[in-house]
Nanobody, 125 residues
Framework: QVQLVESGGGLVQAGGSLRLSCAAS????????MGWFRQAPGKEREFVAG????????TYGDSVKGRFIISRDNANNTVYLQMNTLKPEDTAVYSC??????????????????WGRGTQVTVSS
């Protein structure tokens, strides 16, 4: 139904910023909730941020509240994750995910049907 491709990852110093993009393709993009997850070596996948179709509802993981901002541009089928004040512990592979018809933002990876391959973010100290 939808394909997702992340971009914008890279190597930054602690305290710096990055903006990740998730470009969606396919005929069905409307009414999808979108989420960002991350997975660091040796750790389980962690919820980062989620956003409803209308962008009226956003949800953030406790570890990134006040530092990260999720947004979406439905006209261009793109979801963004603005990451500020980055810390070394933010180092991970960041993936975007989508699911159709949900009435709330879910933090569990199993709630999302479609996934991108991920983009690496490395924060140096």
């Amino acid at each position: 139904q939808v394909q997702l491709v992340e971009s914008g990852g890279g190597l930054v110093q602690a305290g710096g910023s990055l903006r990740l993009s998730c470009a969606a393709s396919g005929r069905a993009f409307t009414r999808y909730i979108m989420g960002w997850f991350r997975q660091a070596p040796g750790k389980e996948r962690e919820f980062v941020a989620g956003i409803s179709w209308s962008a009226e509802i956003t949800t953030y993981g406790d570890s990134v509240k006040g530092r990260f901002i999720i947004s979406r541009d439905n006209a261009n089928n793109t979801v963004y994750l603005q990451m500020n004040t980055l810390k070394p512990e933010d180092t991970a592979v960041y993936s975007c995910a989508a699911d159709f018809g949900k009435s709330r933002i879910y933090t569990e990876p199993r709630a999302y049907e479609h996934w991108g391959r991920g983009t690496q973010v490395t924060v140096s100290s």
